[in-house]
């Protein structure tokens, strides 16, 4: 079966960073577009970014622009995101999906592999 695993994430500080990783299982990341998502308690699950597969742009939301990066390793199969300068409101799970397209989405029903997601606490 194909899935994706998140992992990395964890309980930090206001200001502090944290780096998430998306491993997949039996299939090659850099065949599909791959996002990051995030969901709040209480609140619905937002897209945060996205690199797609046609030429590896990518794509943040504004809450995450000039804060998070997200990069590919092609070699481990592995995609990241960095997140630095992290607030409270940053705190939420974050899953990983991918989809068989060559272009970013935000519509979470065009990704076809989603991790179980990932607990990030920002609190100091």
């Known amino acids: 079966q194909l899935q994706v695993v998140e992992s990395g994430g964890g309980l930090v500080q206001p200001g502090g960073s944290l780096r998430l990783s998306c491993a997949a299982s039996?299939?090659?990341?850099?065949?599909?577009?791959i996002a990051w998502f995030r969901q709040a308690p209480g609140k619905a699950r937002e897209g945060v970014s996205c690199?797609?597969?046609?030429?590896?742009?990518?794509w943040y939301a504004d809450s995450a622009k000039g804060r998070f990066t997200i990069s590919r390793d092609n070699a481990k199969n592995t995609v990241y995101l960095q997140m630095n300068s992290l607030k409270p409101e940053d705190t939420a799970i974050y899953y990983c999906?991918?989809?068989?397209?060559?272009?970013?989405?935000?519509?979470?029903?065009?990704?076809?592999?989603w991790g179980q997601g990932t607990q990030v606490t920002v609190s100091s």
């Open positions: 690199m797609d597969s046609d030429d590896g742009s990518t």
């Open positions: 999906a991918a989809r068989d397209g060559r272009l970013c989405s935000t519509r979470e029903f065009e990704y076809d592999y």
């Open positions: 039996r299939f090659t990341l850099d065949y599909y577009t």
